[in-house]
């Protein structure tokens, strides 16, 4: 049973900021991370592979993994969760209220989704950088024929995602607390609310006085705080809510 407080509130919010996490691309077929049988932190060391120093350790092993999780993106197709929140996005834009969409995914597929202002705060799988020169190249082809790729100045390739120990990237880590200590409406969807600094986006909200929204089949550190905490999947309790909205 929706809210009535909460329809009306995604139907009228003058500005709204989304997180999304693993969980919105969980019926996309995309594996999350902390998943206690299929997530990829239950199956795989993260040490091992998302770290600098795995990189540079055993540069083949961490690419190979990268790759196929890439390929295995490119496979995949945004759900009704990410296209849902594409078309809440350009009504806004049509009422000239400001949406802003923050991921912690490196799928892309909200951007395949249609959405178009979306901030990346963990980077993505497709964007391959030199360690030596800088130098970046989109990749969203095969899999590569040699591991980790090379760039034309000779140097290793890695993929554009943040590591374990890395910063985030700063311009989009800004973008993101600015636009979340302004909003009205708060959503936290399909994240576990446990990795920082993305995790405290949501106090920067709450100081300002704004409304939170999380939706997730599971509890998590922020369902407390939020003032509605929806049990369920994305692919379905957020299209139902907006479509109440009439947005
Ligand atoms: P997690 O794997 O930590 O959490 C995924 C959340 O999605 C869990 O709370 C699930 O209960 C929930 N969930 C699962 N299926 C869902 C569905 N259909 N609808 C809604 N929710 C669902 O993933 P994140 O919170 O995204 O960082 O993890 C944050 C960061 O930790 C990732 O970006 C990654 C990882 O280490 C980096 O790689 C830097």
Redesign the pocket.
């Known amino acids: 049973m929706l809210d009535h407080e909460l329809i009306d509130l995604v139907g009228a919010a003058h500005s709204i900021v989304v997180l999304?996490?693993?969980?919105?691309s969980?019926?996309s077929g995309i594996p999350?991370?902390?998943?206690a049988l299929t997530?990829?932190?239950a199956r795989f060391n993260?040490e091992e592979l998302?770290t600098p120093q795995a990189f540079s350790k055993d540069p083949r092993l961490v690419s190979r993994w990268y790759d196929e999780r890439r390929c295995n993106v490119l496979k995949c197709r945004p759900n009704a969760?990410h296209f849902v929140l594409a078309q809440l996005e350009k009504a806004f834009q049509e009422k000239n209220r400001p949406f802003t969409l923050i991921t912690?995914?490196?799928d892309r597929l909200h951007q395949a989704a249609g959405s178009q202002n979306v901030i990346e705060?963990?980077g993505n799988l497709f964007t391959w950088r030199c360690v030596d020169c800088g130098k970046e190249r989109d990749e969203n082809g095969l899999a590569f024929d040699e591991h980790p790729p090379r760039c034309e100045c000779g140097g290793l390739r890695r993929p554009g995602?943040?590591?374990?120990g890395e910063a985030l990237p700063g311009e989009a880590l800004l973008k993101a607390q600015r636009a979340s200590g302004r909003c009205a409406l708060f959503m936290s969807?399909?994240?576990?609310?446990?990795?920082y600094p993305?995790a405290a986006l949501v106090d920067l909200a709450l100081q300002n006085g704004a409304k939170v929204l999380e939706?997730?089949?599971?509890q998590?550190p922020l369902s407390r705080r939020a003032h509605w905490s929806l049990r369920?999947?994305?692919?379905k309790?957020l299209p139902d809510l907006i479509s109440r909205a009439g947005n």
Not at 161 to 164: D, T
Not at 232 to 235: A, E, L, N, T, V
């Open positions: 999304s996490g693993a969980g919105v969980a019926e999350t991370f902390r998943d997530g990829l932190w993260p998302a969760g912690q995914n490196v705060l963990h995602v943040v590591w374990f969807l399909g994240t576990s609310s446990v990795v993305a939706i997730n089949p599971e998590t369920g999947k994305c692919g309790t």
